[in-house]
Each structure stands twice: as structure tokens, then as C-alpha cells.
């Protein structure tokens, strides 16, 4: 069979190779500055190297990629000089505008070697799109949106956004189960990435899955703590601070020592910064209801006792009164008997006397009356004093029964039958204490009971507290 081609008509594979690898060094004899988006860092703490993934980006789709190459010395220089400027570490998920020297080999093809990376660049992008991302929320009225969420006065159901595995989330659970032991709260972990390309996904992912369960929480917590800033750059993404803009409950977060404030953190609802400090934000809610209900408890306790001080007094100026009025109507009730007995002393003498001496005219009459007169007149007599008999025995009953009834009362207000209700009476010198503060060691107290008197001395007299 004929050969298609003659011998002389094709070339090899390494003479292909080697004229691509010279018209590369003819075209680019010198650095180039390229601009792309790092999509992946590949750093290997062991050789030092770093092989960072390159694309390029149009309308959302990739259209172009490739691998490029930092050696250790180059990354050293490269990473510390990006930190020092842009405040972050080198890491996934940036663009960067890099110098970088093409290389071609035969046998291990393209390769970018990046020897310089614009850090001034990678942070104007930076500020660019972070810039972008607020005035679009702005624009659609999201922006203070979750900020407006009322928080609960004591909140403590929380959905907390974070690896199971990181520091931060672990320091959280210690402070609020340590120094918040004697507070009830529950935390229901949402796993999630926490930085890099993915990290937007899956934390707006979780915040949308929490928002269907907004009835069980409180708040939402993202917690993001130890490791370094790499990453960051997802935390001022329009997709992940939208998330936190429309969630329906309050969102604190406390994911790292960011010296710059991300979009995520201006739009929360509560920036504490460290998840330490969202637990001790958290503890200080509880602090303040504490410390307005041992006010409260406070006043009531005093409250109290001035009521019971101001009972106490009542009682003991009801007891004086009651005692003074009973001795006072006592002696009256006792005057007006005798006045009575006397009154009843004087009529019965005079009525008596006045009986006598009819009963004596009478007898003188008769005797100069004939018998038959005197018989009328003895009968007339018979019934008169009959009369006055009856009339006697009647107006002794009323009286009698008047004064049973007045002696009744009196003894009502007996002070012996008032201290046999529960009252006892305390006297210094023959007068009723009414202030314990005019008392002094040595004074000798007597105290009436219903069975008896009591003698005692004052060893020590101690002031109410207030």
C-alpha cells in the first residue's frame, strides 16, 4: 500500500514541540503581565511550591484555564509583599494581575512561571467588588433589612452556621456551657464551608434551610474561627450577604479577626467579630434580665418591710388607743353605777319614809273613823299598797335589767378581757413603750399578759433594718 505521505513530508513530535517552544521565546522573550482569576492556590508547605489553578471568566462561563507555577523563593517574596498591601493572605477565589514568564518544554509542555502578583491590583478589585455588592443591596432595599429584625429579649434557641471540626465553634459551645451554666440554650449545628468559592454556596444554602425552620430558633450564629484570612473574599459576595439580608431571624456573626469589616458583617443583624465575643454577647443578654429582676426583687423586699413597719406601728397605736379608751370608759361606766345606786338609795328612802308616814295618818284617821270606815279604808288601803308593791317590784326589774346590760358592755372593755385577745402591754415607769429608740440598757420593763405581769431589763435594743 502507498504511503499517503512521503518520508520527506511530515515531521516528528519533538520537532513540532521544539518549533512551538521557539516561536514561544520569539513572541515572548520577555515577562508578560497577564490578568485572570485564581480559582485554587495548590500550596504545598512541604516543597514550598505552589501551583495556583488559572481561569478566565466571561458572563459566569470559563473560557479559558490553565496552570501556572510559583517557586518557594518566588512565593516567600510573593505572599508576604500581598499580605503586607491587601491585608489578606494569598489564597483561593481572587483575581490577580500577575508578570509571569512563558515557558515551553517538549516533554512537559506550557508553563506559566508567576514571578510577580500586583497586589494593588487584586485589592481595588477587591474594594471594587465589595463596593458593587453594597450599592446593589442598597438599591433593592435589603441592606438594613435583617439589621431591622427584632432580636429576642433573652434569646436562647440558635441555628449556628459552622464546621463541626472548627475552633471557633468549639470555643463558643465552652463559654456559653461554662459561664452560662445556669441559663438554658440549645444550638443546632448547620454544617458548612466556611470560606473559598464554596463558601457562599453553602452558607446561603443553610440560611435559606434555616429560614424554613424559623419557628425553632431564635438566631442564627456564623461562626467562623482560628486558621487565617484565606478565603475571606466570599463573605463580601452579593449571593451570600443577600442570604443574610433576607433571612427571617436576626443573624450575629463572629467569624474571625478580619481587620476589614466584610459585606456579611456590615448587613447582619449583630457583628461581634470572634465567636468568643458572640458568647459573651449572648451571656450579657441573660446578665441584663438578671440584673432588672434582682431590682425588681429589691423593691419588693423593701417595699415589704416598710409595709410591715407601717403595719407593726398601726397595731401597736390600735392597741395603746383600745387601752387608754377601755381604762377611760371603765372608770365612767363606774361613776355612772354609783351615781345610779345613789339615785336609787335616796328614792327608795324617801318613798319609804313617805309610806310610813301616810300609813301613820292613816292609822290616826281610822281611829276616829267608825268600823265600817275604817274597814273601806283598810281595804283601800289593802289595794293601794298592793299598787305600790307591783309599781316597786316593776320599776326594780327595769333598772335591774338596765344595769346587767351597762355591766355587760363595761366588761366588753375590760382591759383584762382585751389582753385575752393575743394583746399584751409593755410599760416603762407606769407608761406604755411605744418606741423601742427611747429605751436604754438597764431600763426595767413590766409587761401585762392575761395571766399575769412580767418584769424584765433591756440587755440590747436593735434598730429595724431599713
Given at each position: 500500500?502507498?504511503?499517503?505521505?512521503?518520508?520527506?513530508?511530515?515531521?516528528?513530535?519533538?520537532?513540532?514541540?521544539?518549533?512551538?517552544r521557539?516561536?514561544?521565546?520569539?513572541?515572548?522573550p520577555?515577562?508578560?503581565?497577564?490578568?485572570?482569576?485564581?480559582?485554587k492556590?495548590?500550596?504545598?508547605?512541604?516543597?514550598?511550591?505552589?501551583?495556583?489553578?488559572?481561569?478566565?471568566?466571561?458572563?459566569?462561563?470559563?473560557?479559558?484555564?490553565?496552570?501556572?507555577?510559583?517557586?518557594?523563593?518566588?512565593?516567600?517574596?510573593?505572599?508576604?509583599?500581598?499580605?503586607?498591601?491587601?491585608?489578606?493572605?494569598?489564597?483561593?477565589?481572587?483575581?490577580?494581575?500577575?508578570?509571569?514568564?512563558?515557558?515551553?518544554?517538549?516533554?512537559?509542555?506550557?508553563r506559566?512561571?508567576?514571578?510577580?502578583?500586583?497586589?494593588?491590583?487584586?485589592?481595588?478589585?477587591?474594594?471594587?467588588?465589595?463596593?458593587?455588592?453594597?450599592?446593589?443591596?442598597?438599591?433593592?432595599?435589603?441592606?438594613?433589612?435583617n439589621?431591622?429584625?427584632?432580636?429576642?429579649?433573652?434569646?436562647?434557641?440558635?441555628?449556628?452556621?459552622?464546621?463541626?471540626?472548627?475552633?471557633?465553634?468549639?470555643?463558643?459551645?465552652?463559654?456559653?456551657?461554662?459561664?452560662?451554666?445556669?441559663?438554658?440554650?440549645?444550638?443546632?449545628?448547620?454544617a458548612?464551608?466556611?470560606?473559598?468559592?464554596?463558601?457562599?454556596?453553602?452558607?446561603?444554602?443553610?440560611?435559606?434551610?434555616?429560614?424554613?425552620?424559623?419557628?425553632?430558633?431564635?438566631?442564627?450564629?456564623?461562626?467562623?474561627?482560628?486558621?487565617?484570612?484565606?478565603?475571606?473574599?466570599?463573605?463580601?459576595?452579593?449571593?451570600?450577604?443577600?442570604?443574610?439580608?433576607?433571612?427571617?431571624?436576626?443573624?450575629?456573626?463572629?467569624?474571625?479577626?478580619?481587620?476589614?469589616?466584610?459585606?456579611?458583617?456590615?448587613?447582619?443583624?449583630?457583628?461581634?467579630i470572634?465567636?468568643?465575643?458572640?458568647g459573651?454577647?449572648?451571656?450579657?443578654?441573660?446578665?441584663?434580665?438578671?440584673?432588672?429582676?434582682?431590682?425588681?426583687?429589691?423593691?419588693?423586699?423593701?417595699?415589704?418591710?416598710?409595709?410591715?413597719?407601717?403595719?407593726?406601728?398601726?397595731?401597736?397605736?390600735?392597741?395603746?388607743?383600745?387601752?387608754?379608751l377601755?381604762?377611760d370608759?371603765?372608770?365612767?361606766?363606774?361613776?355612772?353605777?354609783?351615781?345610779?345606786?345613789?339615785?336609787?338609795?335616796?328614792?327608795?328612802?324617801?318613798?319609804?319614809?313617805?309610806?310610813?308616814?301616810?300609813?301613820?295618818?292613816?292609822?290616826?284617821?281610822?281611829?276616829?273613823?267608825?268600823?265600817?270606815?275604817?274597814?273601806?279604808?283598810?281595804?283601800?288601803?289593802?289595794?293601794?299598797?298592793?299598787?305600790?308593791?307591783?309599781?316597786?317590784?316593776?320599776?326594780?326589774?327595769?333598772?335591774?335589767?338596765?344595769?346587767?346590760?351597762?355591766?355587760?358592755?363595761?366588761?366588753?372593755?375590760?382591759?383584762?378581757?382585751?389582753?385575752?385577745?393575743?394583746?399584751?402591754?409593755?410599760?416603762?415607769?407606769?407608761?406604755?413603750?411605744?418606741?423601742?429608740?427611747?429605751?436604754?440598757?438597764?431600763?426595767?420593763?413590766e409587761?401585762?399578759?392575761?395571766?399575769?405581769?412580767?418584769?424584765?431589763?433591756?440587755k440590747?435594743?436593735?434598730?429595724?433594718?431599713?
Amino acid at each position: 500500500m502507498q504511503a499517503l505521505f512521503p518520508d520527506n513530508k511530515f515531521i516528528s513530535l519533538s520537532q513540532l514541540l521544539i518549533q512551538v517552544r521557539n516561536v514561544m521565546a520569539r513572541e515572548f522573550p520577555l515577562p508578560v503581565w497577564v490578568k485572570a482569576d485564581m480559582l485554587k492556590l495548590n500550596h504545598y508547605s512541604g516543597s514550598g511550591h505552589a501551583f495556583p489553578e488559572l481561569v478566565e471568566k466571561s458572563g459566569g462561563k470559563v473560557v479559558a484555564k490553565t496552570q501556572a507555577i510559583i517557586w518557594a523563593d518566588d512565593f516567600l517574596r510573593i505572599a508576604s509583599n500581598f499580605e503586607t498591601i491587601t491585608g489578606k493572605k494569598l489564597g483561593d477565589g481572587i483575581g490577580i494581575l500577575f508578570r509571569t514568564e512563558l515557558r515551553f518544554h517538549e516533554l512537559y509542555g506550557m508553563r506559566l512561571r508567576i514571578i510577580e502578583i500586583d497586589a494593588q491590583y487584586t485589592l481595588g478589585q477587591m474594594a471594587l467588588e465589595k463596593k458593587k455588592t453594597i450599592e446593589k443591596l442598597q438599591t433593592e432595599n435589603l441592606y438594613q433589612l435583617n439589621k431591622q429584625l427584632p432580636l429576642a429579649t433573652i434569646p436562647q434557641r440558635f441555628a449556628v452556621i459552622s464546621a463541626a471540626s472548627s475552633r471557633g465553634f468549639s470555643d463558643l459551645r465552652n463559654i456559653l456551657r461554662v459561664e452560662g451554666a445556669a441559663f438554658r440554650m440549645e444550638l443546632k449545628l448547620f454544617a458548612a464551608v466556611l470560606q473559598g468559592e464554596k463558601g457562599a454556596d453553602t452558607i446561603a444554602t443553610r440560611l435559606a434551610q434555616i429560614g424554613k425552620r424559623k419557628e425553632e430558633f431564635d438566631a442564627v450564629l456564623i461562626i467562623r474561627g482560628g486558621g487565617d484570612d484565606t478565603g475571606m473574599d466570599c463573605y463580601d459576595s452579593y449571593k451570600m450577604a443577600q442570604a443574610v439580608c433576607t433571612c427571617p431571624l436576626p443573624v450575629i456573626t463572629g467569624i474571625g479577626h478580619s481587620t476589614n469589616e466584610t459585606v456579611v458583617e456590615m448587613v447582619a443583624h449583630t457583628n461581634k467579630i470572634t465567636p468568643t465575643d458572640v458568647g459573651y454577647f449572648i451571656l450579657s443578654k441573660f446578665a441584663i434580665q438578671l440584673q432588672i429582676l434582682e431590682n425588681i426583687t429589691g423593691k419588693l423586699t423593701a417595699d415589704i418591710l416598710m409595709l410591715i413597719s407601717e403595719h407593726e406601728q398601726y397595731l401597736d397605736n390600735a392597741a395603746q388607743m383600745v387601752f387608754n379608751l377601755s381604762r377611760d370608759e371603765f372608770q365612767n361606766q363606774k361613776d355612772f353605777l354609783r351615781r345610779i345606786e345613789n339615785v336609787l338609795q335616796a328614792e327608795t328612802n324617801s318613798t319609804t319614809t313617805q309610806l310610813k308616814q301616810g300609813l301613820i295618818a292613816k292609822t290616826l284617821l281610822i281611829g276616829n273613823l267608825s268600823k265600817n270606815k275604817l274597814l273601806q279604808l283598810n281595804h283601800r288601803n289593802q289595794l293601794l299598797q298592793q299598787k305600790m308593791q307591783q309599781w316597786a317590784l316593776q320599776w326594780q326589774y327595769q333598772n335591774t335589767s338596765a344595769l346587767n346590760l351597762l355591766e355587760s358592755k363595761i366588761k366588753m372593755l375590760d382591759p383584762e378581757q382585751v389582753l385575752k385577745r393575743g394583746y399584751s402591754i409593755t410599760l416603762h415607769n407606769g407608761k406604755i413603750v411605744k418606741n423601742p429608740k427611747k429605751l436604754k440598757e438597764g431600763d426595767l420593763l413590766e409587761t401585762i399578759f392575761p395571766e399575769g405581769r412580767v418584769e424584765s431589763t433591756v440587755k440590747k435594743s436593735k434598730k429595724q433594718q431599713p
